[in-house]
């Protein structure tokens, strides 16, 4: 049996979520899940799987915006030799491999017109045709809809069938996002760093520092439960001293080092302020000369101390104001600080 995890959250948003999913599932009717990318709508689909009648069924998932029409035609209805170049042999569609379970269609709002109106089929009388055969096949399959898209709006636009829509919103779930789930950054963030440092085979997972995890509380999260995972997963990973509390939290890893934010050992620095004390020397004069001066030579000393408070080691100094090694090092080398410390 599939085990399922139990769900994590405190917040009301989330718990809300939850209970209306346990009031839905056990209704065999179709279900729309509404919600942004990373909170967690395939998550939700599975439970409702597993707490409705269909649980020892199969479960079967597929993303409506993966491919193209004809390809998504095939997967979702099957094939039967010769359909089409290059179909050699009868193969089952995602319908009839979730017989007797539920069928997850994700990114449902991308589906052309014509592979719709096949699903309302199957979702009204439980009957499809493979391509290329006459033979109607029957199944019973509970479909779910999942979604960023506001699928109404797509309906009076004509590209979203509304009699289908009538059929899939039988009950609405909307995902919480994670900005809303008040309380849950802080118990998600614990669960995952632990999970993290179990697989890195560490004793205990040492926490945040105050100042990180107030930055994980006060982040936006656009990326809502997956990037926080990501982001707690990279911090764990990253971490130099894992019986120290992490200090050090890195949300974009495109980030270049002139945009980092750079805590310097419990201290905070505005990114603002990072951002043009990394700026080059040619920066042009959007600013006074002696502001300008002032602030790259408040980037110098933030470098050079945290050089000093690592015992002048790199690698350990970069770790502390939340860089990579090799952006700690071009730093150096822009603000002349390995220059300096060998002149004297």
């Not at 805590?263 to 043009?276: D, T």
């Not at 990394?278 to 470098?303: H, K, W, Y």
Request: aromatic content about 6%; proline content about 6%; charged content about 25%.
């Amino acid at each position: 049996m599939v085990h399922l995890p139990a769900p994590l959250g405190q917040s009301p948003a989330f718990h809300a979520h939850i209970d209306h999913l346990s009031r839905v599932a056990p209704l065999d009717r179709p279900v729309l899940l509404i919600g942004e990318r990373g909170t967690g709508k395939e998550l939700s689909a599975a439970r409702v799987h597993f707490l409705s009648k269909r649980w020892s069924g199969p479960f079967v998932k597929l993303n409506c915006a993966a491919l193209p029409e004809n390809l998504l035609e095939a997967e979702l209805f099957g094939v039967e030799p010769g359909a089409f170049t290059g179909a050699t042999k009868r193969r089952q569609g995602r319908f009839e491999l979730a017989d007797g379970g539920t069928l997850l269609l994700d990114e449902i709002g991308n589906a052309p017109l014509a592979v719709q109106e096949k699903i309302l089929r199957v979702i009204e009388y439980g009957e499809l045709d493979r391509l290329g055969s006459s033979e109607t096949i029957t199944v019973s399959v509970r479909v779910i809809g999942a979604t960023n898209a506001d699928l109404p709006a797509l309906a009076r636009a004509g590209t979203f069938r509304e009699d289908l829509l009538d059929r899939l919103a039988f009950d609405v779930l909307t995902l919480p996002p994670l900005r809303s789930r008040e309380g849950d950054v802080a118990a998600l963030a614990d669960h995952f760093g632990r999970a993290m440092a179990a697989e890195l085979g560490w004793d205990a997972f040492p926490g945040f520092t105050p100042a990180a995890a107030e930055r994980l509380v006060r982040h936006g999260w656009p990326g809502n439960v997956r990037e926080l995972k990501n982001v707690v997963e990279r911090a764990v990973a990253h971490c130099a001293d894992r019986a120290r509390a992490i200090d050090i939290v890195q949300f974009d890893p495109f980030a270049s080092p002139h945009r980092l934010v750079a805590p310097a050992a419990g201290r905070k620095v505005s990114e603002e302020v990072a951002s043009v004390a990394a700026a080059p020397v040619s920066t042009p004069d959007a600013l006074p000369d002696d502001f300008r001066s002032a602030v790259r030579a408040f980037g110098r000393d933030l470098l050079s101390r945290a050089l000093a408070e690592a015992r002048h080691n790199q690698r350990a100094a970069a770790q502390r104001l939340g860089l990579t090694y090799h952006q700690y090092r071009n730093l150096l080398k822009t603000h002349g600080v390995s220059e300096a410390r060998r002149a004297s």
